[in-house]
Each structure stands twice: as C-alpha cells, then as structure tokens.
C-alpha cells in the first residue's frame, strides 16, 4: 500500500536559520509530488510541485526552494527563514487518475 | 483570483443536525471534485469526489452535490456528529488526477 512520511512533526527555528523539510513516499512510483502551506487561520497554499526527478515548478515566490533527489524523495529547504516563514506545511502525492494524499503535516514557527 | 471559493469560513451546527458545507468555482473545465477534511496538526484525508458527469455522489452519512449550470457544489452531512468537527476543503481539477485548486475551507463546529 502507499503511504507518505513526512518530518519532522514539529519544528522550532530562530529568524535566519536554515531549513530543510523531507517528504518520502513508499508504495507508488513516479507520483506527482506537492508542498503546501496553510497558514494560521489560512487555507491551503501550493508552494510548489514536481512531476519527475530534478523537475521543480514554484507557485509563489518565496523565501523557500524545494528538490527532488529522487523519484519518492521531496525536500523543501530555505538557507535564512523569516518570521512570515511559520506555518503548518503539508507534503502530497497523486498519481494519474487518483486525488492527493498528504503526509501529516509540519508546524514550523520561526521564532 | 481564486478559483474555487468557500465563502463561509466557519459553521455550527448542533448534534444529529444535517451540516451544509458550500463550495463556488469559476472556472468551467473543472470536471472533477473533491472534499477533504482536516483535524489540527494533521494532513487533509479524503472524504469524498465526483464527477462531473454526475449531479450527486453519496457516500455513508456523507452525499456531495454538484450544479454545473451554477458552478456550486455542496457536501451534506446527515445526521452530524461531534467528531465531524474539522475543517473542511473543497477542491477542484480540469481531469481526475491533475492538479487540484482548493479553497479556502469552512471549520465546521458540531455541538453537542
């Protein structure tokens, strides 16, 4: 069966610090895979998605980047975050023909 | 501009009740849609989709609308249950498995 890990649960950072976000998901094989934001009282915000290896698309720019070393491999990194980075951060897959599947969740307040 | 839109941000209902969530979309190649849930610090799961090519998908205590002519959709909950306190997103697609726009989600409040 698929499934999607995602970690660290919870994340405490100080403004300027580094950031580094990993998504792996088991069971499926060259899946969408997608970063979201929901911000506090906020809905959910695409930040970006990959349909393949090394192929990354952004929606918004942003303080962040994200990668994809390999096929079930999402990472979501920024070199200096920013207070405005804090936010419950979602990981997603999809494959052709079936809806997403998120990961748990990250909540990372940037303090 | 946002394409799918949930314009009430949040809905009480009492126990037993039937809870009405509502979703708008503008964009007319949207043919497939789906409602997710979500509980505080955990991902979205998946309730419940359909087609455009249907005007009503029943699933449990779950049953979601669509009216194309209107781009509107609903999901109803009969009867509601405290543990159905969450917040709910509707999300569209222009194919079933591309990307899906989702709104901005209703926390719905069901009291005992």
């Known amino acids: 069966s698929q499934t999607i890990h995602q970690w660290p649960a919870t994340l405490v950072q100080p403004v300027g610090s580094p950031l580094s976000l990993e998504c792996t998901v088991e069971g499926t094989s060259n899946p969408n895979l997608y970063w979201y934001r929901q911000a506090a009282g906020r809905g959910l915000q695409l930040l970006f998605y990959s349909v393949g290896i090394g192929q990354i698309s952004s929606e918004v720019p942003q303080n962040l980047s994200a990668s994809r070393p390999q096929d079930r491999q999402f990472i979501l990194s920024s070199k200096k975050l920013l207070l405005s980075d804090s936010g419950f951060y979602l990981c997603a897959w999809s494959v052709q023909g079936v809806g997403y599947t998120f990961g748990s969740g990250t909540r990372l307040t940037v303090v | 501009d946002q394409q799918v839109k949930q314009n009430s941000p949040s809905l009480s209902v009492q126990e037993g009740r039937i809870s009405i969530l509502n979703c708008d979309y503008t964009n007319s190649m949207f043919d497939y849609f789906l409602w997710y849930k979500k509980y505080p610090a955990e991902g979205p799961t998946f309730l419940i989709s359909?087609?455009?090519?249907?005007d009503k998908n029943e699933d449990g205590r779950f049953t979601v609308f669509l009216n194309k002519s209107a781009k509107h959709l609903s999901l109803h909950i009969v009867p509601s249950q405290p543990g159905d306190s969450a917040v709910y997103f509707c999300a569209a697609a222009n194919n079933a498995g591309n990307m899906l726009t989702f709104g901005g989600g209703t926390r719905l409040m069901v009291k005992p």
């Open positions: 359909i087609s455009s090519i249907k």
